[in-house]
C-alpha cells in the first residue's frame, strides 16, 4: 500500500515536471484553449484506459479495444449512408461494441482462452469486419447535430467527450475502489483460486468488464467519428498501445490484482501533457508513439530499477 | 495403427491447405495457373521467413509483437546503406540485413531474458519505439526503386529454376532453404530441444541445468534477424519503402505460427505446419482479392477468425486429450 | 562396504524453528534404506538438504568418505544423488527417450534418433519395464512418468536414489513394477532411499530402516528386527509435555450433518458420518489419505459423484462454495496462501470477502465503515497482531494469518466449521490460542470438522476421531479412548502383531 501511495507519489512529481517544463517550453501549453485541445485530441483513448485499468488489475488483457472502436465506428457510418437514422444507429453500434465484448468474453470465459490470444485474434478480426463494411471508402456526413456533439463544446468550450470522460473517470473510481464490485475485480486479480473458494462469482465479473469494454470501446469509437467528421477503416487503429501504456504507467501490474483508478488517471494526464508538449514542439505521431514505448519499458522496469538501486545502496553501506 | 500427433497436425493442415485451394480453384475461373502461383509464392516466402522466427519465440513461451517492426526497419536501412554504398557486393547485403534485424531482436531479448519482463508489453513497446525510430531517421523521406542498384530490384523476380511454367524464385528457394535449416535445427540438434524443452516445463529445465534466460535472448535474436531478412526480400520485391513498411506484419506471423499447430503456451509445434500456415494463410489473403462473390476486405476479418478457430480447436482438443489421460491415470 | 553417502549431525532451521537437529544417516551400496517418521519429522528437509535445495546450518556431507559441499542440484547430480517425488517432473511435450537424456550435456551436437531411442530403450529395459521412447510424456500415466524419471536417474549414473513417496499415487500393479524397479536397481549397487507411509511397504521392500522424529534420528535397524508396532511406537513416542490438555466436550448431541455414502472416483468412496452442534470431529490419517478432498467436496469446490448429505435433517446436493455458504459451511483452507488469503490485499477486505453482500448498499457501494468494525471485532476476539487493519496480509506471521483466514470464515457465521490443518507451520502460543478459538466456538454450538496430521492437536481437540486411510475411513475413536498408537496403527494400516 505504502509502495503503490509512493508510486502515485511519483507520478504526481513526474507530472507536474512536464507542465512546467511544457509550460516554459511554450507560452500555449497552458491556455485554457489548449488544455482543452490537448484532452480533446486524446479523449476516446483516455476514456477506453479506463476500462482497460478494471481489465489489467483483473488479470486479464483486451487488444480489440481499439478494434472495437474502428468496428463501431464504421458500423455508425455505414448505416447512416444505408439510410438509417443516426440515433438509431448510435445505438445499433454500441450494442455491436457490447456483443464483440461478450464474443470476447465467451472465448475468454467460456472457453478458458487466455485473453492474451483470444484478443489478438479478435483485433484482428474486428478491425477486418470494419473494413467489409467500409472498405477503402471514407464515409462522412453525418447529420449536423451528430457533428456538432463531437466538435464544439457543449458546457463552454468543454465537449461533450471530455464531460463524459469526467463522469467516467469519476464513476470508474468509485466502482473501483468503493464497490463491492471493484473488490471482487481486485482479489480475482490478485489470486483467482481464493476468490473462488471465498465464494464469488469469477466468470461472472469477467464476463462483464469484457463487455463493458466491448460497450465503452464503441462509445470511444463514436466520439471517434462525430470528431472527426467521418469515418474509415483504420480508424482508432494502433490506440490499444496507448490505452495499455496508460494503465501500465499508472502503476497497474499486468500480472493483475494489483494499481489504482488514481494511478491510471495521473498517467493519463502525464501522457497527454508529453504528448502535448511534443506536438507544440512540432514532434510527429509517430515519434511521440515511440517515446511512449520507451515509456512503457520504463515503467515496467522501475520496481527492477528500485530493487536494484536499493541493493547497490545497501552493498555500499 | 496410431499416428504421432504432430503428424497428424501436418496432414490435417495439409487437407485444409488443398480443400482451400480447389474451394478458390472451383469458384474463381482460371484460379490454377502459373502466374498465381508465382505470385502467391513470393509473399509465402517473406511471411514464412518471420512465422519462422516468431515459431521460436513461441515455442519459448513469448511472443514478438515488434516483427512487422523489425521488418520495416532493416528493408529502410538496408536500403539507405546501398544508396550510400551501391558497390556494396551483393551477397553482404542479405547478411548486413539479418543483422540490423539481429539487433533490434537482441534489444528485445535483452530486456524479456535479463529482465524477466513480459515479452508481450517490452514488444508491444519496441513494436512502437522500432517504427519511430524507422520515421525518426528516415525524417519522411522514402527509399524509392529508381535510386537502389539493378541487381537488387530484380533479384526478386529472378528464377532459381523452372518447372514448366512455374517460376521458381530465388527468395522462394532461400526461404524455404530457411524453413529446413530450421527444421533441422530444432528436431536433429541439442541447442534446438532446449527452445522446446524450456518452453514445455520451465522449472523441469531450471532443474535440468538448462540455460533460460539464454535460449530466450537466442529465440529474439533469431526472430529479429529472420525479420531482417524477410526486410531483404521486401526490399527487393517492393522497391519503395515508407515510413509504413512492414506495418501489420508480426499479426501474420503470430497468424501463420497459431494456424500453423505451435502450441501460443510453449513447448510444441514444428516449423513444416509453420510453412503450411504461412501458405495457408497467404493463399487466403491472396485470393480473397480475386473472388468476386465476397469483398477481398474480408481478408482481416477471415485472418482473425481463422486464428481465434486454430486456437480454440486446439486448446479444447488437447484438454480432451488430456481430461482422457487424466482420467485414466 | 564402504558408504556411498553419510550425513553427519546435520542440522536445519528455518526462522528458528528446528527441522533437523543432530541427524545422521549412512547409505550404503546395494541396499534399500527405508525411511519413516510422522508429517512434519523432517523427511523433506532432509531430502532438500541431501539433493542441494537446502545447505545444512551445521553438521557434514561425505560422498565416498570425502566432504562435500552441495551449492544446488547440479552439485548433488554430478555426485551421482538424485531425487524422485510423488509428482513427476518431465518435459510434457518431449518424448520419452528426450527426457531421460536432456540433461545429458555430453552428448554429441546433434542428435542421432535412432541411437537416442535405442540408447533410452535399453536404459528402460534395464527397469524390467516396456516404454516406446518415442511417445510424449504427457501421454503416459503418472507411474510411467516416475519410471521415465527413474531411467534419467540411471542415465545420469545415479548411485543414491531417494524415492519420495513414490507409491502414493500409484495403482497396486504399478507399486509391484515399481518395487521390481527399486529392487534392481539394489542389485546393480545403487543406494535407494524409500521414504513412505505405508508400512507394509517397508517390510516388502527395504532392508534397513531408520526411524526419525521432530528432527531428530530416532533409531536404525534391519527391517528384520523391527515390527510395525515398534515403528509406530518410535514415530509418535513424545514427551507428554508437548501434550495440550484436553477439555470437557461441549457436544449437544443434536445433529447438524449427516453424510452417507459419499464418494468421488479417484478421490474418495463409502464415506458415511455425522457431526453434531458443539461437537469437534477430527479426520486424522496420513497425508495423502483423501481427507481434504472430502472436506473439498463438503464445501462444494470439488463436489461428489455419489452420496447423500443432509443438513439439519434437510437432504442437500453441493455443487458449489457459493451455495455451501449459504447452508451455513465454511471451509478453512490447508493452503493459507495460495487458497486462502489475497496475501497482497489488506486484512479487513481479506475478513469481509465472502460476506461482501451483507456490506453492500445501494448502488453496490461498500459500506467500509462496518467492515471495519467487524473487522476489528474479530481483531480483538482473536488477538490478530497487525499494525493496522489494510496491512497486506502477506506481511502478517504465519499466525496472525491463520486467525486471519479464521476470522474470514467465522464472519460467515457458519454452522459448521471444516477447518483444514489448522495449525500448519505456526509457532506453538499461536497454536494453543487457535485452540481456544476452536474449542470457544464449539461451545457457540458450531459443529467443527478438524483435518489434521497433527496427531497431539488431535488428541487434545477432539470430541470424536475418524481415520482415513487410501480414501475410505477405517476406524472411530472417542476423543478420550484414543492413543498416538492406536491411531496411527489404523493410519499406516497396520495388523496388530
Given at each position: 500500500?505504502t509502495?503503490?501511495?509512493s508510486w502515485?507519489g511519483?507520478l504526481?512529481?513526474?507530472l507536474v515536471?512536464i507542465?512546467?517544463?511544457?509550460?516554459?517550453?511554450?507560452?500555449?501549453?497552458?491556455?485554457?484553449?489548449?488544455?482543452?485541445?490537448?484532452?480533446?485530441l486524446?479523449v476516446?483513448k483516455i476514456?477506453?484506459a479506463l476500462?482497460?485499468?478494471f481489465?489489467?488489475?483483473n488479470?486479464?488483457?483486451?487488444?480489440?479495444v481499439?478494434?472495437?472502436?474502428?468496428?463501431?465506428?464504421?458500423?455508425?457510418g455505414?448505416?447512416v449512408?444505408?439510410?438509417?437514422?443516426?440515433?438509431?444507429?448510435?445505438?445499433?453500434a454500441?450494442?455491436?461494441g457490447?456483443l464483440c465484448?461478450?464474443?470476447n468474453?465467451?472465448?475468454?470465459?467460456?472457453?478458458?482462452?487466455p485473453s492474451l490470444v483470444v484478443?489478438?485474434?479478435?483485433m484482428?478480426?474486428f478491425?477486418?469486419?470494419?473494413?467489409?463494411?467500409?472498405?477503402?471508402?471514407?464515409?462522412?456526413?453525418?447529420p449536423?447535430w451528430?457533428?456538432?456533439?463531437g466538435q464544439?463544446?457543449l458546457?463552454?468550450?468543454?465537449?461533450l467527450?471530455?464531460?463524459?470522460?469526467?463522469?467516467?473517470?469519476?464513476?470508474?473510481?468509485?466502482?473501483?475502489?468503493?464497490?463491492?464490485?471493484?473488490?471482487?475485480v481486485?482479489?480475482?486479480?490478485a489470486n483467482?483460486?481464493?476468490?473462488e473458494?471465498?465464494?464469488l462469482?469469477?466468470?461472472a465479473?469477467?464476463?462483464?468488464i469484457f463487455i463493458?469494454?466491448?460497450?465503452i470501446?464503441?462509445?470511444?469509437?463514436?466520439?471517434?467519428a462525430?470528431?472527426v467528421?467521418?469515418?474509415?477503416?483504420?480508424?482508432?487503429?494502433?490506440?490499444e498501445?496507448?490505452?495499455?501504456?496508460m494503465v501500465l504507467l499508472?502503476?497497474v501490474?499486468?500480472?493483475?490484482?494489483?494499481g489504482?483508478m488514481?494511478?491510471?488517471?495521473l498517467?493519463?494526464?502525464i501522457?497527454?501533457?508529453?504528448?502535448?508538449?511534443?506536438?507544440?514542439?512540432?514532434?510527429?505521431?509517430h515519434?511521440?508513439?515511440?517515446?511512449l514505448?520507451?515509456l512503457?519499458i520504463l515503467s515496467v522496469m522501475?520496481?527492477?530499477?528500485?530493487?536494484?538501486?536499493?541493493?547497490l545502496?545497501?552493498?555500499?553501506? | 495403427?496410431?499416428?504421432?500427433l504432430?503428424?497428424?497436425?501436418?496432414?490435417?493442415?495439409?487437407?485444409?491447405f488443398?480443400?482451400t485451394?480447389?474451394?478458390?480453384?472451383?469458384?474463381?475461373?482460371?484460379?490454377?495457373?502459373?502466374r498465381?502461383f508465382n505470385?502467391?509464392?513470393?509473399?509465402?516466402?517473406v511471411?514464412?521467413?518471420?512465422a519462422?522466427g516468431q515459431?521460436?519465440?513461441?515455442?519459448?513461451?513469448n511472443?514478438?509483437?515488434?516483427?512487422?517492426?523489425v521488418?520495416?526497419?532493416?528493408?529502410?536501412?538496408t536500403?539507405?546503406?546501398?544508396?550510400a554504398?551501391?558497390?556494396?557486393?551483393?551477397?553482404?547485403?542479405?547478411l548486413?540485413?539479418?543483422?540490423?534485424g539481429?539487433?533490434f531482436?537482441a534489444?528485445?531479448?535483452?530486456?524479456?531474458a535479463?529482465f524477466?519482463?513480459?515479452?508481450?508489453?517490452?514488444?508491444?513497446a519496441?513494436?512502437?519505439l522500432?517504427?519511430?525510430?524507422?520515421?525518426?531517421?528516415s525524417?519522411?523521406?522514402?527509399?524509392?526503386?529508381?535510386?537502389?542498384?539493378t541487381w537488387?530490384?530484380?533479384?526478386?523476380?529472378?528464377?532459381?529454376f523452372?518447372?514448366g511454367?512455374?517460376q521458381i524464385?530465388w527468395?522462394v528457394?532461400?526461404?524455404?532453404?530457411?524453413?529446413?535449416?530450421?527444421h533441422?535445427f530444432?528436431?536433429?540438434?541439442?541447442?534446438?530441444?532446449?527452445?522446446?524443452?524450456?518452453?514445455?516445463?520451465?522449472?523441469?529445465?531450471?532443474?535440468?541445468?538448462i540455460n533460460a534466460?539464454r535460449?530466450?535472448?537466442?529465440?529474439?535474436?533469431?526472430?529479429?534477424?529472420?525479420?531482417g531478412?524477410?526486410?531483404?526480400?521486401f526490399?527487393?520485391?517492393?522497391?519503395?519503402?515508407?515510413?509504413?513498411a512492414?506495418?501489420?506484419l508480426?499479426?501474420?506471423?503470430?497468424g501463420?505460427?497459431?494456424?500453423?499447430?505451435?502450441?501460443?503456451f510453449?513447448?510444441?509445434?514444428?516449423?513444416?505446419?509453420?510453412?503450411?500456415?504461412?501458405?495457408?494463410?497467404d493463399?487466403?489473403?491472396?485470393?480473397?482479392?480475386?473472388?468476386e462473390?465476397?469483398?477481398?476486405?474480408?481478408?482481416?476479418?477471415?485472418?482473425?477468425?481463422?486464428?481465434?478457430?486454430a486456437?480454440?480447436?486446439?486448446?479444447?482438443?488437447m484438454?480432451?486429450?488430456?481430461h482422457?489421460?487424466?482420467?485414466?491415470? | 562396504?564402504p558408504?556411498?553417502l553419510?550425513?553427519?549431525?546435520?542440522?536445519?532451521?528455518?526462522?528458528?524453528?528446528?527441522?533437523l537437529?543432530g541427524?545422521?544417516?549412512?547409505l550404503?551400496?546395494?541396499?534399500?534404506?527405508?525411511?519413516?517418521?510422522?508429517?512434519?519429522?523432517?523427511?523433506?528437509?532432509?531430502?532438500?538438504?541431501?539433493?542441494?535445495?537446502?545447505?545444512?546450518?551445521?553438521g557434514?556431507?561425505?560422498?565416498?568418505g570425502q566432504?562435500?559441499?552441495f551449492?544446488?542440484?547440479a552439485?548433488?547430480?554430478?555426485a551421482g544423488?538424485?531425487?524422485i517425488y510423488q509428482?513427476?517432473?518431465?518435459?510434457?511435450?518431449?518424448s520419452?527417450a528426450?527426457?531421460i537424456?536432456?540433461s545429458?550435456q555430453?552428448?554429441?551436437t546433434l542428435?542421432?534418433?535412432?541411437?537416442?531411442?535405442?540408447?533410452?530403450?535399453?536404459?528402460i529395459?534395464?527397469l524390467?519395464v516396456?516404454l516406446?521412447?518415442?511417445?510424449?510424456?504427457?501421454?503416459l500415466t503418472?507411474?510411467?512418468q516416475q519410471?521415465v524419471?527413474?531411467?534419467?536417474?540411471?542415465?545420469?549414473?545415479v548411485?543414491v536414489l531417494?524415492?519420495?513417496?513414490?507409491?502414493?499415487s500409484?495403482?497396486?500393479?504399478?507399486?509391484?513394477r515399481?518395487?521390481g524397479?527399486?529392487?534392481?536397481?539394489?542389485?546393480?549397487?545403487?543406494?535407494?532411499?524409500?521414504?513412505s507411509?505405508?508400512?507394509?511397504?517397508?517390510?516388502?521392500?527395504?532392508?534397513?530402516?531408520?526411524?526419525?522424529?521432530?528432527?531428530?534420528h530416532?533409531?536404525?535397524?534391519?527391517?528384520?528386527?523391527v515390527?510395525?508396532?515398534s515403528?509406530i511406537?518410535?514415530m509418535?513416542?513424545?514427551?507428554?509435555?508437548?501434550?495440550?490438555a484436553?477439555?470437557?466436550?461441549?457436544?449437544?448431541?443434536?445433529?447438524?450433518?449427516?453424510?452417507?455414502?459419499?464418494?468421488?472416483?479417484?478421490?474418495?468412496c463409502?464415506?458415511?458420518?455425522?457431526?453434531n452442534?458443539?461437537?469437534i470431529?477430527?479426520?486424522s490419517?496420513l497425508?495423502?489419505a483423501?481427507?481434504?478432498d472430502?472436506?473439498?467436496?463438503?464445501?462444494?469446490?470439488?463436489?461428489a459423484?455419489?452420496?447423500?448429505?443432509?443438513?439439519?435433517?434437510?437432504?442437500?446436493t453441493i455443487?458449489?462454495?457459493n451455495?455451501?455458504?449459504?447452508?451455513?459451511?465454511?471451509?478453512?483452507?490447508?493452503?493459507?496462501?495460495k487458497?486462502?488469503?489475497?496475501?497482497?490485499e489488506?486484512?479487513?477486505?481479506?475478513?469481509?470477502?465472502?460476506?461482501?453482500?451483507?456490506?453492500t448498499?445501494a448502488?453496490?457501494?461498500?459500506?467500509?465503515?462496518r467492515?471495519?468494525?467487524?473487522?476489528q471485532?474479530?481483531?480483538?476476539?482473536l488477538n490478530?497482531k497487525?499494525?493496522?487493519?489494510?496491512?497486506?496480509?502477506?506481511?502478517?506471521?504465519?499466525g496472525n494469518?491463520?486467525k486471519v483466514?479464521?476470522?474470514k470464515w467465522?464472519n460467515?457465521?457458519p454452522?459448521?466449521?471444516?477447518v483444514?490443518?489448522?495449525?500448519?507451520?505456526?509457532?506453538?502460543g499461536?497454536k494453543?490460542?487457535?485452540?481456544?478459538?476452536l474449542?470457544?466456538?464449539?461451545?457457540?454450538?458450531?459443529?467443527?470438522?478438524?483435518?489434521?496430521?497433527?496427531?497431539p492437536?488431535v488428541?487434545?481437540?477432539?470430541?470424536?476421531i475418524?481415520?482415513?486411510?487410501?480414501?475410505?475411513?477405517?476406524g472411530?475413536?472417542?476423543?478420550?479412548?484414543?492413543?498416538?498408537?492406536?491411531?496411527?496403527?489404523l493410519?499406516?494400516?497396520?495388523e496388530?502383531?
Amino acid at each position: 500500500m505504502t509502495a503503490l501511495r509512493s508510486w502515485e507519489g511519483l507520478l504526481f512529481a513526474v507530472l507536474v515536471l512536464i507542465y512546467a517544463v511544457n509550460a516554459l517550453n511554450s507560452p500555449v501549453f497552458l491556455t485554457p484553449g489548449n488544455q482543452i485541445n490537448m484532452f480533446q485530441l486524446s479523449v476516446e483513448k483516455i476514456i477506453v484506459a479506463l476500462v482497460m485499468t478494471f481489465i489489467i488489475i483483473n488479470g486479464e488483457i483486451d487488444l480489440s479495444v481499439a478494434s472495437v472502436m474502428g468496428l463501431a465506428a464504421c458500423a455508425f457510418g455505414w448505416l447512416v449512408q444505408a439510410g438509417v437514422p443516426a440515433g438509431g444507429a448510435v445505438a445499433i453500434a454500441l450494442a455491436i461494441g457490447a456483443l464483440c465484448g461478450a464474443f470476447n468474453a465467451l472465448f475468454i470465459v467460456g472457453f478458458g482462452i487466455p485473453s492474451l490470444v483470444v484478443t489478438l485474434a479478435t483485433m484482428i478480426a474486428f478491425r477486418g469486419f470494419a473494413r467489409v463494411l467500409v472498405e477503402d471508402r471514407g464515409i462522412g456526413d453525418f447529420p449536423a447535430w451528430f457533428d456538432t456533439l463531437g466538435q464544439q463544446g457543449l458546457i463552454g468550450p468543454i465537449t461533450l467527450a471530455i464531460i463524459l470522460f469526467a463522469v467516467f473517470a469519476a464513476l470508474a473510481f468509485l466502482i473501483l475502489q468503493r464497490t463491492a464490485f471493484g473488490r471482487k475485480v481486485y482479489f480475482i486479480g490478485a489470486n483467482r483460486a481464493v476468490a473462488e473458494y471465498s465464494g464469488l462469482d469469477v466468470r461472472a465479473v469477467k464476463a462483464k468488464i469484457f463487455i463493458a469494454s466491448g460497450l465503452i470501446a464503441a462509445l470511444a469509437g463514436l466520439l471517434y467519428a462525430a470528431r472527426v467528421g467521418a469515418v474509415r477503416g483504420d480508424i482508432a487503429n494502433g490506440f490499444e498501445l496507448d490505452i495499455i501504456t496508460m494503465v501500465l504507467l499508472g502503476g497497474v501490474s499486468i500480472f493483475g490484482g494489483a494499481g489504482t483508478m488514481s494511478g491510471t488517471i495521473l498517467a493519463i494526464l502525464i501522457v497527454l501533457a508529453l504528448r502535448n508538449g511534443m506536438a507544440l514542439e512540432n514532434i510527429t505521431g509517430h515519434i511521440q508513439t515511440g517515446v511512449l514505448g520507451l515509456l512503457l519499458i520504463l515503467s515496467v522496469m522501475v520496481p527492477i530499477i528500485r530493487e536494484t538501486g536499493g541493493r547497490l545502496i545497501g552493498k555500499m553501506r | 495403427m496410431r499416428i504421432p500427433l504432430g503428424t497428424l497436425r501436418i496432414l490435417v493442415l495439409l487437407a485444409v491447405f488443398a480443400a482451400t485451394v480447389l474451394f478458390f480453384a472451383s469458384q474463381i475461373d482460371g484460379y490454377l495457373n502459373a502466374r498465381l502461383f508465382n505470385r502467391i509464392s513470393g509473399s509465402v516466402a517473406v511471411i514464412a521467413l518471420i512465422a519462422v522466427g516468431q515459431a521460436f519465440v513461441v515455442l519459448t513461451r513469448n511472443i514478438d509483437l515488434s516483427i512487422g517492426s523489425v521488418v520495416g526497419c532493416s528493408a529502410y536501412f538496408t536500403g539507405g546503406i546501398l544508396i550510400a554504398y551501391p558497390d556494396l557486393p551483393p551477397l553482404l547485403v542479405p547478411l548486413l540485413a539479418m543483422a540490423i534485424g539481429a539487433l533490434f531482436g537482441a534489444l528485445n531479448g535483452f530486456l524479456v531474458a535479463r529482465f524477466h519482463l513480459p515479452s508481450i508489453i517490452v514488444t508491444l513497446a519496441t513494436l512502437a519505439l522500432f517504427r519511430s525510430i524507422l520515421v525518426q531517421s528516415s525524417d519522411g523521406s522514402s527509399i524509392t526503386t529508381d535510386r537502389l542498384p539493378t541487381w537488387l530490384t530484380e533479384f526478386a523476380t529472378q528464377n532459381a529454376f523452372t518447372l514448366g511454367e512455374l517460376q521458381i524464385r530465388w527468395i522462394v528457394v532461400i526461404s524455404i532453404l530457411v524453413v529446413l535449416a530450421a527444421h533441422i535445427f530444432l528436431t536433429r540438434f541439442r541447442a534446438g530441444r532446449t527452445f522446446f524443452a524450456i518452453g514445455s516445463n520451465p522449472d523441469a529445465a531450471a532443474f535440468a541445468g538448462i540455460n533460460a534466460g539464454r535460449t530466450i535472448f537466442l529465440a529474439f535474436v533469431l526472430s529479429g534477424a529472420l525479420a531482417g531478412l524477410a526486410g531483404f526480400m521486401f526490399l527487393s520485391r517492393f522497391g519503395n519503402i515508407t515510413v509504413v513498411a512492414g506495418l501489420g506484419l508480426e499479426l501474420k506471423s503470430v497468424g501463420a505460427v497459431v494456424v500453423g499447430g505451435v502450441n501460443i503456451f510453449g513447448g510444441s509445434g514444428n516449423l513444416l505446419g509453420v510453412l503450411i500456415g504461412a501458405a495457408l494463410i497467404d493463399v487466403i489473403d491472396t485470393s480473397l482479392v480475386r473472388w468476386e462473390l465476397v469483398s477481398e476486405f474480408w481478408r482481416e476479418a477471415v485472418l482473425g477468425l481463422l486464428i481465434l478457430l486454430a486456437v480454440a480447436a486446439d486448446t479444447l482438443l488437447m484438454r480432451r486429450l488430456l481430461h482422457r489421460k487424466g482420467g485414466s491415470a | 562396504m564402504p558408504p556411498v553417502l553419510e550425513m553427519r549431525n546435520i542440522s536445519k532451521s528455518f526462522g528458528g524453528t528446528a527441522a533437523l537437529s543432530g541427524f545422521s544417516l549412512t547409505l550404503k551400496p546395494g541396499s534399500i534404506h527405508a525411511l519413516v517418521g510422522e508429517n512434519g519429522a523432517g523427511k523433506s528437509t532432509l531430502i532438500k538438504t541431501m539433493t542441494g535445495i537446502h545447505q545444512p546450518d551445521t553438521g557434514e556431507i561425505l560422498v565416498d568418505g570425502q566432504p562435500v559441499t552441495f551449492r544446488g542440484t547440479a552439485d548433488a547430480q554430478r555426485a551421482g544423488i538424485a531425487a524422485i517425488y510423488q509428482e513427476p517432473m518431465v518435459f510434457p511435450d518431449l518424448s520419452v527417450a528426450e527426457n531421460i537424456f536432456i540433461s545429458h550435456q555430453n552428448r554429441p551436437t546433434l542428435i542421432n534418433w535412432t541411437t537416442l531411442n535405442a540408447e533410452a530403450a535399453t536404459m528402460i529395459a534395464r527397469l524390467g519395464v516396456t516404454l516406446d521412447p518415442r511417445r510424449a510424456a504427457a501421454e503416459l500415466t503418472l507411474a510411467e512418468q516416475q519410471t521415465v524419471e527413474i531411467a534419467r536417474a540411471i542415465s545420469l549414473n545415479v548411485r543414491v536414489l531417494i524415492m519420495d513417496e513414490p507409491s502414493a499415487s500409484l495403482s497396486d500393479h504399478e507399486v509391484k513394477r515399481l518395487f521390481g524397479i527399486a529392487r534392481s536397481l539394489r542389485d546393480q549397487g545403487v543406494a535407494v532411499l524409500y521414504i513412505s507411509h505405508r508400512l507394509e511397504e517397508i517390510f516388502a521392500l527395504a532392508d534397513t530402516v531408520t526411524v526419525m522424529r521432530d528432527g531428530k534420528h530416532i533409531s536404525t535397524r534391519p527391517v528384520s528386527e523391527v515390527t510395525q508396532a515398534s515403528m509406530i511406537a518410535e514415530m509418535v513416542g513424545r514427551d507428554m509435555a508437548g501434550r495440550f490438555a484436553r477439555e470437557p466436550s461441549k457436544d449437544t448431541g443434536e445433529t447438524l450433518l449427516s453424510v452417507s455414502n459419499l464418494a468421488k472416483t479417484g478421490a474418495f468412496c463409502d464415506v458415511s458420518f455425522t457431526v453434531n452442534r458443539g461437537e469437534i470431529l477430527c479426520f486424522s490419517g496420513l497425508v495423502g489419505a483423501r481427507r481434504t478432498d472430502v472436506g473439498l467436496a463438503l464445501f462444494g469446490v470439488a463436489p461428489a459423484d455419489a452420496g447423500t448429505v443432509e443438513i439439519a435433517g434437510q437432504p442437500v446436493t453441493i455443487t458449489n462454495p457459493n451455495q455451501a455458504q449459504s447452508l451455513g459451511i465454511a471451509y478453512v483452507s490447508e493452503d493459507r496462501r495460495k487458497l486462502g488469503l489475497a496475501l497482497t490485499e489488506g486484512i479487513t477486505a481479506n475478513i469481509t470477502l465472502p460476506m461482501l453482500s451483507k456490506y453492500t448498499g445501494a448502488f453496490g457501494w461498500l459500506n467500509r465503515m462496518r467492515e471495519l468494525t467487524d473487522a476489528q471485532a474479530f481483531r480483538k476476539q482473536l488477538n490478530i497482531k497487525a499494525a493496522n487493519l489494510t496491512v497486506p496480509v502477506g506481511t502478517l506471521s504465519g499466525g496472525n494469518q491463520q486467525k486471519v483466514m479464521l476470522a474470514k470464515w467465522l464472519n460467515t457465521r457458519p454452522r459448521l466449521l471444516i477447518v483444514d490443518e489448522p495449525t500448519r507451520g505456526i509457532d506453538v502460543g499461536a497454536k494453543a490460542e487457535v485452540h481456544q478459538i476452536l474449542r470457544s466456538l464449539a461451545a457457540e454450538g458450531v459443529a467443527i470438522i478438524i483435518i489434521s496430521s497433527d496427531l497431539p492437536e488431535v488428541l487434545s481437540l477432539a470430541d470424536r476421531i475418524l481415520v482415513m486411510r487410501e480414501g475410505r475411513i477405517v476406524g472411530e475413536f472417542t476423543g478420550d479412548a484414543a492413543t498416538d498408537e492406536s491411531v496411527m496403527r489404523l493410519a499406516v494400516a497396520a495388523e496388530v502383531a
